[in-house]
């Protein structure tokens, strides 16, 4: 029986986004408190549905609105590892850095839910040459930050050898579990304007043109696949304003009638998990 999964998925960022790259400027720090608007409008929105979420949120979001972080958790959606400060594991220093900067954000979480996080999300999607042993040395589940396939998860790699002047060498298949997603599929890259001396995102885009290529690439796994699993990354800071929630409730509702099921990120790994185990 074809089973098709969709993961709506939540990088509730707030503050911590603009704090990090040091644009701390009345104007910007709205700009994150306004995700703390758009929390709590989604999280309406799912529990109007019934759709439990996964929500990536950074330990200083959790820090500085434990109220609403209680209630994403009550409310029984998942809630996966997103740096403490939103810091790209890419940019940090050193394996030591990386790994102060993981801890950090799991004992946030685990302040909230009593448990560390099974799943996690890179700031910025950029990982470094440690993180994969990191997420494995600190009993991560799966991760889900890298694109190598749209709606297959597969089994993250380590020890990969990339020189410009041969082929690649390719690693070990460890026991971490990617939940692979893309830039097309997440809000920030079509909506949110940003300006600075060094970078223009335009953004803005219309909600009509990008909800169609969402649901269209929700077909193209129905038409061709038996079993998938299709992963939507939201801002609340982004998605949260008015004509974009329409848009996340239409989506919702064709996702649904097109025949998808619901899921969390971490009950989504176990089901590849189940299937890779019996088909081996």
């Not at 801890?103 to 999607?125: D, H, K």
Request: proline residues 4%; contains cysteine.
């Amino acid at each position: 029986m074809a089973r098709h999964l969709v993961c709506l998925t939540f990088d509730f960022d707030a503050l911590s986004s603009w704090i990090w790259r040091g644009e701390t400027t009345p104007t910007q720090i709205s700009r994150g408190e306004f995700g703390v608007v758009g929390a709590e409008r989604i999280l309406a929105l799912l529990n109007r549905y019934g759709i439990q979420a996964t929500w990536f949120v950074p330990g200083h979001t959790i820090d500085t609105y434990p109220e609403i972080c209680q209630r994403i958790y009550a409310a029984g959606h998942e809630i996966g590892h997103h740096g403490y400060l939103h810091e790209p594991p890419a940019t940090l220093g050193s394996r030591a850095e990386e790994e102060v900067v993981l801890v950090q954000g799991n004992e946030a979480i685990r302040r909230l839910t009593g448990a560390p996080a099974r799943g996690y999300r890179s700031p910025s999607w950029d990982l470094s040459q440690h993180t994969v042993d990191l997420l494995l040395a600190h009993g991560f589940s799966y991760d889900s930050s890298m694109m190598a396939h749209d709606d297959q998860p597969y089994r993250v790699r380590r020890g990969d050898v990339i020189t410009a002047d041969r082929p690649i060498q390719w690693g070990e298949s460890t026991r971490l579990i990617e939940l692979p997603v893309s830039w097309s599929l997440d809000d920030y890259p079509h909506f949110e304007y940003r300006r600075t001396e060094n970078v223009l995102q335009e953004g803005l885009r219309r909600a009509g043109d990008v909800f169609d290529n969402w649901v269209d690439d929700f077909r193209y796994m129905a038409q061709t696949v038996d079993w998938g699993v299709l992963t939507y990354t939201f801002h609340p800071q982004v998605s949260g304003r008015g004509h974009r929630m329409l848009l996340l409730d239409r989506l919702i509702q064709s996702l649904g009638e097109l025949g998808a099921t619901f899921i969390r990120m971490d009950a989504a790994a176990e089901e590849f998990k189940g299937r890779s185990e019996a088909q081996s």
